[in-house]
């Protein structure tokens, strides 16, 4: 990039590298703005004979197509990008969705510094018009080749972003006590409507159930033909892993275990186990209060129809400390 002082009757179209004042000190254009035919004239009224400006040399991209062409690689799903001032591209989403982030493809493009990106958090629900990313250029000019390789890095491992639909989920409950099915029901259920609100996702479907194996898996088998989005198991105990009753009860219904213990608190005694697409979660303990807790952080990657894998659970530890 050079930067050089030229005439302002021959400045339109070029670059400001400098923000110009008037005398007095207020603030006439901005470092960055692509002067004008009205900018010059406003410039020459001004008493203005000669304007600081960019050019680029050979081998470089303008910040503004540098960042264009990166966010046109860098997401999917009900994503919109938005140009804005100085280098700048802003990502927004056009619906409620889950966003979901590759964090290390994240970290790895922004390590070349040529272009920076910055995120909302992985598995965050995103309300529809939110901004979920910004794209952010090195002044004025990029290095062609920086350009090139994140590019490569985008198409070959991208997209860094999606922005997953919420669409009509529906949610199974099964509220299970060893000794008296209805009680777990009165004491959970209108924390688990509160905490489903926040989601726009009530109860479709809800069947209690004793804590004894054959009951759990009938109930159980009853919930998966109704083909929900998501089942939520809420138990009054706190079982020690998949070898215990509702462990076995999923096993007996034809569940699959994904993953069990979440590095989260509150929720760490969390088992996530799967019927074909169909994720069903055990997360004793999390629905007796509506403060955050691992469900609320599993639920709009779940509500939007994405299969959790138990590496992601694993990856919840960063940042897992709620409360």
């Known amino acids: 990039m050079i930067e050089r002082t030229i005439d302002v009757r021959q400045s339109a179209g070029r670059i400001l590298c400098s923000t110009i ?22 410039l020459e009224g001004e008493g203005l004979a000669e304007v600081p400006v960019t050019e680029l040399e050979e081998g470089e991209v303008s910040e503004d197509d540098a960042v264009c062409q990166v966010s046109r690689e860098l997401g999917c799903g009900c994503l919109e990008i938005r140009l804005a001032a100085g280098g700048r591209a802003n990502l927004y989403v056009n619906e409620d969705c889950c966003l979901l982030v590759d964090e290390e493809l994240l970290k790895q493009i922004n390590c070349i510094s040529s ?50 639909p919420i669409r009509n989920p529906s949610v199974a409950v099964l509220y299970t006590d060893p000794v008296n099915a209805d009680r777990a029901r009165q004491l959970f259920e209108g924390v688990m409507r509160q905490r489903l609100d926040r989601f726009s996702a009530p109860p479709e479907f809800v069947l209690t159930a004793a804590e004894e194996e054959n009951a759990l898996a009938r109930s159980l088998d009853h919930l998966l033909r109704a083909r929900p989005t998501l089942i939520l198991i809420a138990s009054t105990t706190a079982p020690a892993g998949p070898a215990d009753v509702i462990g076995r009860a999923m096993e007996r219904a034809g569940c699959h275990i994904e993953r069990f213990l979440a590095p989260v608190e509150p929720g760490n005694l969390f088992l996530l186990d ?4 169909i994720p069903v979660v055990s997360a004793p303990g999390c629905f007796r209060s509506a403060k955050p807790n691992v469900i609320d952080l599993v639920l709009p990657p779940l509500l939007a129809r994405y299969r959790v894998s138990g590496w992601e659970v694993a990856s919840l530890g960063h940042g897992g400390l709620l409360g």
């Open 115 to 164: 272009v920076v990106i910055a995120t909302s958090e992985n598995f965050s629900l995103i309300k529809s018009a939110t901004r979920v990313a910004t794209v952010k250029s090195a002044p004025f000019a990029v290095s062609s080749a920086q350009l090139e390789t994140i590019i490569g890095m985008l198409r070959e491992r991208g997209p860094i972003l999606q922005g997953r």
């Open 274 to 277: 799967y019927k074909d697409e």
């Open 21 to 42: 004042f008037r005398s007095g000190g207020k603030k006439l254009l901005a470092k960055g703005h692509v002067l004008s035919a009205e900018d010059v004239r406003m």
